[in-house]
């Protein structure tokens, strides 16, 4: 099935602008950079990529499929791909047909080869302002938006920002609850999950999250606890 046009914003045309004139300082003269919609079955990967990016697929697609497409690939001319391997697979997972693309032109062999190496790796030299960080978390908090859309998990967060775990109007909640009630709950917005497990300190507890997270195919400590509590609640 495709994506549906409404995703891909304004990058839907099949070209955008003027065909780009590089500058020496790097910028581009007379119009937007050229963005062409090309079949994913025409997107070729680059056979020697080292990059390994199987575990963040997931991650990618779960973006892709909330935000739309809004940056796009970068292949050359012959259409294989420079930058956006993850965005691809992504894509392919979830069954799109067409992918956004930026076709980088004039590039020799080597510039390629360096500029797919130097694509990953930049972003390695960039840290986080924790307590910027934490207020961004704290808003997505009060907004009640699903925070796993950022690509952290729940574990990660509640150690940047440990407000996030407080309960509000506790004396609310009513004593006896049906069997039903955790159905539907969204396990990134139960935010008093603040375990700071490692082998060091908890190393039974956290053995015990990696059985059930394992037998059950689930991804995070948060999702084991939620699963726990469900079924014992079953079983008062």
């Not at 300082?25 to 680059?46: S, T």
């Not at 809004?70 to 965005?87: C, F, K, M, S, Y």
């Amino acid at each position: 099935m495709g994506h549906p046009q409404a995703r891909f914003n304004q990058l839907a045309p099949a070209r955008l602008g003027l065909k780009p004139t590089l500058t020496k300082q790097g910028f581009f003269k007379g119009a937007r950079m050229q963005i062409e919609l090309i079949k994913i079955d025409q997107v070729i990967p680059y056979e020697n990529n080292p990059r390994i990016n199987e575990k963040a697929v997931v991650k990618v697609a779960e973006s892709l499929n909330e935000f739309g497409w809004q940056q796009p690939v970068v292949i050359d001319e012959q259409n294989i791909i420079l930058a956006g391997h993850t965005r691809v697979r992504a894509a392919l997972s979830l069954g799109w047909d067409a992918v956004p693309c930026f076709v980088a032109t004039g590039l020799s062999d080597a510039q390629k080869t360096a500029y797919r190496i130097a694509d990953n790796k930049t972003a390695e030299f960039a840290d986080w302002d924790k307590e910027l960080l934490a207020g961004e978390f704290a808003l997505l908090a009060e907004l009640d938006y699903d925070m796993g859309f950022t690509a952290f998990d729940l574990d990660d967060i509640a150690k940047i920002n440990d407000a996030l775990l407080e309960f509000e109007g506790e004396d609310d909640l009513e004593e006896e609850l049906e069997e039903d009630d955790l159905d539907g709950t969204v396990a990134s917005h139960v935010k008093m999950v603040n375990l700071y497990l490692d082998q060091q300190s908890e190393p039974r507890f956290r053995a015990m999250c990696d059985k059930i997270m394992a037998a059950n195919n689930l991804e995070s400590i948060t999702d084991a606890v939620v699963l726990a509590v469900e079924n014992e609640h079953k079983n008062l």
